[in-house]
Structures are given as C-alpha cells and as structure tokens.
C-alpha cells in the first residue's frame, strides 16, 4: 500500500476503510489533547527549541502541540476550532521550569501555599490548582463543601492505594 497523506488516511478511517496506518493525533481533537506540563518535558527530551506550551484548556491545563511537534511525530489530526491570536495570549509561569501561553483574560493569583486560583470573568468563581498540580480543581461545581474538601482527598488516597494493592 502507498503512503497516504493525512487526509487521505484520515477520510479513509471515516468511511471504515483500511489506511496505510492509524491516523496519530495529539491536541487534534479534544479527547486526545495532552497536558502543558508534560508537552513542555516532551519537548526537551526531543531536543527541540523551548517554546511556551498554549494552553487552551486551562481547566485541563492541556496544550496545543506546535508545528515542530506534528512534523516530528507525523501527526495526521489538527484543531480547527481555536484560532490562535498570538496577540491574545500572555505568559504564565505556574513553577519554575514552565512557562506556558494562556488566555489574555484569565485571572490567575498565586497563592502563598505555591498553588494557583482562577476566577472565572463572568461568574466571580474561583477553582484552586493545589501546589504541584497539573491541573485546577473546581471541587464546589463536584458538590464538595470546602470544609470536606481534606477528608474528600484523603479518602480517595486511601481508595486508590487499596485498589492499586489489590489489582
């Protein structure tokens, strides 16, 4: 078999045929998106020029992958559904070692702990990154009260050891 291009092995997949090989996709699609801290550690281990990751999905804290990325890997999928205005992004620096590129808008505070609070422009509500996090937590939108918020993480610690030692 020949070697398709993208949207040929794309098109094929859609319409239940056979490409030369499965389509690879990373920040294509919003399933298969990765996180900004490990795409910035990808980066390096590739040897390739430090660029700040775009996160646009600071929720998740994934990224989109740049050009260099998808040529490496030979990624098939692209995002069509945000378009990038460089202009529109300012830095972001949640530990050092990261930099990455966010919304214009997002209002991001350090907390003394070394975590990270995001209030929301509209709504005033805030989610909370813990220190060392991937990730914000909106543990009010999980019905969470914040009183029971320890207890809560505590006993998904004790879950996910029992399950690891069991399974």
Known sequence: MATMTSRERVDKV???ET???VPLCMGGATAATISAFAYQDLRRWLGLAEKPAIIHDLMQGVCLPHDDVYRHYGLDIVPLSLPVYLDRWKPWSPRPGYTFNVFHNADLAAQADGGWKLRHPASGRCVQMPPGG????????AGVPPENVDAMLLAARDEG???FGET
Request: charged fraction near 45%; glycine fraction near 0%; aromatic fraction near 24%.
């Open 14 to 16: 859609i319409h239940f």
């Open 19 to 21: 490409p030369d090989r």
């Open 134 to 141: 991937y990730f914000f937590d909106d543990l009010e939108r």
């Open 161 to 163: 050891e029992r399950v």
